[in-house]
């Protein structure tokens, strides 16, 4: 698939087939998102992949819109590490960058994944922070409940001329 028709088709896909990821997908995921641009190229992400079924039925209490995790045979937590921060504060831009390479991987090997928000929900960071054992310096960004599939969604334009503006407001 070529760069702008994965842009362009992704969609979220909540609902998936009953069928495991193979590990060669999984890596090629993780390796996509790795490749995020990230400031001083710092890479401050650590990513937790959930494939326990017991696990994954677990997160479904963490969060009010990740019940999709039911059905999902595997998810991943992207994390932002304080530790390896270069310039403090931008952990959350460059872990959002991983998260879309992510996203577009997973579309193009013809997944599916839905990005589902955790910081800045205070809530839901001590939740997924508990159930994890993450320690201080990791917080967790989102979870991306991935699997094959079992719905097509829609994919039209959200071009809007009025939200662009040139040199100035």
């Not at 998936?16 to 060669?24: A, C, L, Y």
């Not at 998810?75 to 996203?103: F, H, R």
């Not at 955790?118 to 990791?138: H, Q, S």
């Not at 991306?144 to 100035?168: C, M, T, V």
Request: with cysteine; charged share 20%; hydrophobic share 45%.
């Amino acid at each position: 698939m070529d760069t702008l028709q994965a842009l362009m088709t992704r969609r979220s896909v909540r609902k998936f087939e009953e069928k495991d990821v193979p590990e060669e997908m999984l890596r090629q995921i993780l390796e996509a998102a790795m490749m995020a641009p990230s400031a001083g190229n710092a890479q401050p992400w650590q990513f937790i992949v959930v494939n326990e079924r017991e696990r994954l039925d677990a997160m479904a209490d963490l969060h009010p819109y990740i019940k999709m995790v039911l059905q999902a045979p595997l998810g991943i937590i992207v994390c932002g590490d304080l530790t390896k921060e270069k310039y403090p504060g931008y952990w959350v831009q460059d872990c959002s960058a991983a998260m879309q390479n992510l996203l577009l991987a997973v579309h193009a090997l013809g997944l599916g994944a839905v990005w589902t928000g955790i910081y800045p929900k205070e809530d839901r960071v001590a939740g997924y922070r508990a159930m994890f054992g993450l320690p201080e310096n990791i917080i967790p960004l989102a979870f991306a409940p991935i699997g094959w599939p079992a719905q097509q969604p829609k994919s039209e334009s959200r071009f809007l001329e009025d939200r662009i503006h040139y040199n100035s407001y």
